[in-house]
């Protein structure tokens, strides 16, 4: 049974942010961003907000190796490039290559759902900005 949540400014406004962000923001970015619009904001309120729209499937987290959990509202399967100079992280429009779970399944007994796949480098910005 579906839990109705009333509709709340807050978590309207958290998920436009992991929308429109491209750099895959953490709970404690997506808190600082909004604090001065919503003064009585704590970071409880931003990770109760987060989970209900997991939960909701509009976002998915994301691990990137670095510790911290990221967030991501492109929910279908995709893969990322991860700047080494800045740390950005950015969606990276190669197809999922489906062959890959194929083929791995080939090679094991257990089941094997998905893949991700990461690309490291350095971005554009870094690469112009050698100055």
Same mark, same amino acid.
């Given at each position: 049974? $579906?839990?109705?949540?009333?509709?709340?400014?807050?978590?309207?406004?958290?998920?436009?942010?992991?929308?429109?962000?491209?750099?895959?923001?953490?709970?404690?970015?997506?808190?600082?961003?909004?604090?001065?619009?919503?003064?009585?904001?704590?970071?409880?309120?931003?990770?109760?907000?987060?989970?209900?729209?997991?939960?909701?499937?509009?976002?998915? %987290?994301?691990?990137?190796?670095?510790?911290?959990?990221?967030?991501?509202?492109?929910?279908?399967?995709?893969?990322?490039?991860?700047?080494?100079?800045?740390?950005?992280?950015?969606?990276?429009?190669?197809?999922?290559?489906? %062959?890959? %779970?194929?083929?791995?399944? $080939?090679? %094991?007994?257990?089941?094997?759902?998905?893949?991700?796949?990461?690309?490291?480098?350095?971005?554009?910005?870094?690469?112009?900005?050698?100055?």
């Amino acid at each position: 049974m $579906k839990v109705m949540r009333r509709n709340s400014k807050q978590r309207n406004r958290i998920y436009e942010l992991i929308k429109s962000n491209y750099r895959h923001p953490t709970a404690q970015w997506i808190y600082d961003q909004l604090r001065k619009e919503f003064s009585s904001m704590s970071m409880g309120n931003v990770y109760r907000n987060i989970n209900i729209l997991i939960e909701e499937g509009l976002i998915i %987290t994301q691990d990137f190796g670095d510790g911290i959990v990221h967030y991501d509202a492109v929910i279908v399967p995709h893969y990322h490039f991860i700047c080494k100079k800045c740390n950005a992280i950015t969606d990276f429009s190669l197809p999922v290559q489906d %062959t890959i %779970t194929k083929l791995a399944q $080939k090679e %094991t007994k257990n089941i094997i759902s998905g893949h991700t796949i990461q690309f490291f480098g350095t971005c554009e910005k870094c690469t112009s900005n050698k100055g």
